[in-house]
């Protein structure tokens, strides 16, 4: 058997071929860290970002070869978050749940993305109709309401969150905790803490 069609000996080539460039980036991590010089922190951006197309590329490969796999979907789906691929991490997150050892990370695929990201996933299935059964379409609208409120809450997005529950609340005002996160939102204002927009995280 040729050595590039024993899939361990492949594997373990491709960890060693990123192993060499993440030495490099820790290397230009700490001379930026020491110098604080544009040229050394471009060259640790530089590296940082030849390092994640690297995993992308070895875990997409991993992907086709091992599809059962769910562990490498969810690999997959975080270097397509660091790259600020949103769309792609959310459908291989939405994958990669179906796997138990990784369903406690990957259940909620919106919570590893950015805020915008995640406000705009909640916002787009708010949008999205279900045709058929009215009740059932209200229910769905609900549920979306309120996970997309919830999550920019958490995230820090007052004004944003605060739009969504009280859309909410003037269809079902019983729905679930829904008066509570007002209230909290309320108290929030009250205690004059900052009800603004906080940027997204890189």
């Given amino acids: 058997m040729q050595i590039a069609e024993d899939p361990n000996i ?12 993440r030495t490099r ?4 991590d700490k001379r930026f860290k020491q110098s604080g010089s544009p040229a050394d922190k471009a060259e640790f951006d530089k590296l ?17 070869r091992f599809p059962n796999k769910l562990e490498f979907r969810y690999e997959l789906a975080i270097r397509h978050k660091l790259l600020g691929e ?9 994958v990669a749940r179906n796997d138990p050892a990784t369903r406690a990370d990957a259940y909620w695929p919106w919570g590893v993305l950015s805020e915008h990201q995640a406000v ?27 996970r997309a409120g919830k999550l920019a809450l958490q995230t820090g997005n007052t ?15 019983a729905y679930r905790d829904v008066s509570a996160l007002l209230d909290k939102i309320a108290k929030r204002r009250n205690d ?6 906080r940027p997204a995280e890189a």
């Fill in 10 to 21: 492949r594997e373990t080539l491709e960890d060693i071929q990123i192993r060499e460039v």
């Fill in 25 to 28: 980036m820790v290397a230009a």
């Fill in 48 to 64: 940082r970002t030849e390092v994640y197309y690297k995993e992308l590329a070895l875990y997409k490969a991993r992907c086709e």
């Fill in 86 to 94: 949103y769309s792609e991490a959310i459908r291989e997150l939405q």
């Fill in 120 to 146: 705009s996933s909640g916002h787009g299935a708010i949008r999205s109709g279900h045709p058929g059964d009215p009740r059932r379409d209200a229910e769905n609208k609900k549920k979306a309401l309120y």
């Fill in 159 to 173: 004004p944003t969150a605060e739009r969504y529950l009280t859309t909410l609340a003037a269809m079902d005002y």
């Fill in 192 to 197: 004059g803490g900052s009800v603004g927009e």
